[in-house]
């Protein structure tokens, strides 16, 4: 018993050790020359940095390109004011910074999701976390995934609090897909948190266009409906339904086609959601809202699918093989089996569209399992 509670008062240490740990080791891999970076190399940071630059300097955001990186700023005006700090400091300080904060977010979501953990549990799930996808990659792209994972679970597992809703709304400010955790709000009756998330939303525009308004007035007018301009969306890595589509149909589907395949999808994912949320799975349900947004986005980039971590922590308390099915899906990068890149995936043969759907197929199937659990409790009850 006693070494139980050392150990349990040593699990911070630990995290915080761990945090400062990956936080050194990813300067040091910042410093060594290109050619010993496979991966990442931290493109999306530096265009956060842009961002940032750019409010800053009182530049337009959409017209010109990250010079370090010739990639765009893509987020919602807030998001670069957010950015402009990040402007002010050199690169491996921020990378320094921005990492350490990811893992410390993973590590949040970890003891949040996880039912319990003690600090150094927290801190070794959040090691073997690491080896999952769509978490490293956010790493090595210095991704903002984690943080708004963190934030909105915080926000959604415990909305009876005075100003929940709120970071709901924030997030929604710097990436639009979260504003489907208002749905999740409406429908689990918490309709002042989805109010508060709604006027915080509301919020950000109006902070967008206060301090850029012209780049606000370009993206809310022009920016928001060139889904295509973060990237080609056929490539594997968009493990959306759009993606699936076009990859299926050898180029971008309809419109109408979209959001009659992807609709229904999302709706079901978040209904699921508020039910589980209702029968007393908040992470659960949080995480079947996630997968609503990243099935119906038209560009969910595998290094978005970040929500794995926490419902496979939930899956573990219900099934085993269901957790580490999940679990090795996440952690095998499978859609890469198959050819992918310079347009290759418009010639995948029909086997070649399981693994290079994968994530998106494992979410189908996740929800599939859920409504077969639903149904095996209700038969119990009745009985």
Request: proline content about 6%; aromatic content about 12%; hydrophobic content about 60%.
């Amino acid at each position: 018993m006693r070494r139980q509670r050392v150990l349990e008062g040593f699990g911070p240490v630990l995290v915080v050790v761990f945090v400062a740990a990956v936080a050194a080791g990813v300067v040091a891999w910042a410093a060594l020359p290109p050619v010993f970076h496979v991966h990442g190399k931290f493109v999306d940071l530096s265009v956060y940095q842009y961002g940032g630059r750019m409010v800053l300097d009182g530049l337009p955001l959409y017209d010109a390109r990250d010079p370090a990186t010739n990639l765009r700023f893509t987020y919602p005006p807030f998001a670069a004011v957010m950015m402009a700090p990040l402007a002010a400091l050199p690169g491996w300080l921020v990378t320094a910074l921005w990492t350490g904060a990811s893992v410390g977010a993973l590590a949040g979501v970890i003891k949040l999701a996880g039912r319990g953990l003690a600090g150094w549990q927290v801190a070794l799930l959040a090691v073997g976390a690491l080896a999952l996808e769509p978490v490293w990659q956010n790493l090595t792209f210095g991704q903002i995934n984690l943080l708004l994972m963190a934030a909105l679970l915080v926000d959604l597992v415990h909305p009876e609090r005075r100003w929940s809703g709120v970071l709901v709304g924030i997030a929604a400010g710097i990436k639009l897909t979260p504003l489907v955790f208002v749905v999740l709000l409406v429908l689990i009756g918490r309709r002042a948190a989805a109010g508060r998330a709604l006027l915080a939303f509301a919020g950000t525009i109006a902070v967008g266009f206060a301090v850029t308004p012209g780049s606000a007035l370009t993206y809310w007018t022009e920016d928001l409906i060139t889904a295509g301009r973060v990237g080609p969306p056929e490539l594997a890595h968009n493990q959306s339904v759009s993606g699936a589509l076009t990859r299926l149909l050898d180029g971008v589907p309809p419109t109408l086609l979209w959001v009659a395949v992807a609709g229904p999808i999302a709706l079901g994912l978040v209904f699921l959601g508020a039910v589980w949320w209702r029968r007393g799975d908040r992470v659960l349900g949080v995480g079947f809202a996630a997968l609503a947004s990243l099935v119906a986005s038209p560009m969910s980039w595998s290094h978005h699918w970040v929500w794995a971590v926490p419902i496979g922590l939930v899956l573990w308390t219900y099934s085993r093989w269901a957790a580490v099915l999940w679990t090795a899906v996440f952690a095998s990068r499978m859609f890469v089996w198959v050819p992918w890149g310079y347009g290759r995936e418009y010639g995948w043969d029909p086997l070649d569209h399981v693994p290079g759907n994968i994530y998106l197929l494992a979410a189908l199937a996740l929800g599939v399992w859920a409504v077969v659990m639903l149904m095996k409790r209700s038969l119990t009850v009745t009985r």
